[in-house]
């Protein structure tokens, strides 16, 4: 199984990276993608799957709400580290007009000049949407065309926003969020129309605890991706060996990771 989104970078994993990725290898986890979030992550993110050939891969990006730190010269750091053997995507980029972290017109500059960037290398791109789906699809749409592959990574959306991302060829991630009994409801009625070949799980660790773990951890990594995917095969009505083949399969082609 292959974790598409994991923060290493994220400072309630300071020091302790080796032993995340420890514990991931031996729950049964085969590779794990690091989230690039801004540039200093970006880098640091391609930095630490150096550490760990064949196993960590990482992208490279700005998420909306670091839009509005953004430059001249960010542009050329993502591609020079899109360039790294390890960086196999841009992002993660997208909206978020949920917090507005960055001004709502910054975010969609920015997110344009991201795919902009990855139409030009023939790169994948890692995707964020919240509360944003229409602006989100209308800057995105013009760019699929020229994109090798995307993923909406941890879909929350609505139903009619999956039917259009899935319209569209967007491949989907899965988080804990499935395990949530607060806020996953729809997502577990959903997760069963999202094609073979288009789906992907993930941990976004350390955020996004599976809340049905006990004893419940304080923070997720990517040990946990087991629980995850057996809740998504049981909402699929699928067996968990059946999802890891085929969610494996799919994130591997995306990416285009040497596994």
């Given amino acids: 199984m292959i974790d598409i989104g994991l923060n290493l970078t994220s400072s309630q994993f300071a020091g302790e990276q080796d032993a995340i990725i420890s514990r991931a290898l ?6 794990v993608i690091l989230t690039g979030t801004d540039i200093a992550g970006s880098r640091e993110s391609a930095e630490l799957a150096a550490r760990w050939p064949g196993f960590a891969y990482a992208t490279a990006g700005v998420h909306p709400h670091d839009a509005k730190e953004v430059d001249a010269a960010s542009l050329a750091v993502l591609r020079e ?22 001004p709502r017109p910054v975010q969609d500059a920015v997110f344009d000049a991201q795919l902009a960037l990855a139409a030009e290398l023939g790169m994948p791109v890692f995707l964020h949407c919240r509360d944003a789906h229409a602006r989100f699809i209308e800057i995105l749409r013009p760019w699929l065309p020229r994109l090798p592959g995307a993923v909406l990574h941890c879909f929350t959306g609505s139903d009619a926003e999956l039917d259009e991302c899935l319209a569209l060829g967007l491949h989907i991630g899965i988080t804990g969020w499935i395990c949530d009994e607060r ?7 959903q997760v ?11 941990t976004d660790a350390p ?15 990517p040990a946990f991706l087991p629980h995850i995917a057996h809740a998504v095969a049981a909402c699929r009505g699928e067996t968990p060996d059946t999802l890891l083949a085929h969610s494996r399969a799919t994130t591997v082609a995306l990416f285009q990771l040497p596994l």
């Fill in 26 to 31: 031996a729950a049964g986890v085969e590779a």
């Fill in 81 to 102: 580290l899109a360039a790294l053997p390890q960086v196999v995507a841009i992002g993660e980029c997208g909206l978020d007009y949920n917090r507005d972290f960055s």
């Fill in 183 to 189: 806020r996953g409801d729809d997502l577990r009625r």
């Fill in 192 to 202: 069963a129309r999202i094609p073979a070949g288009r789906l992907m799980i993930e």
């Fill in 207 to 221: 955020y996004l605890v599976p809340r049905d773990i006990r004893p419940r951890p304080k923070r997720n990594e």
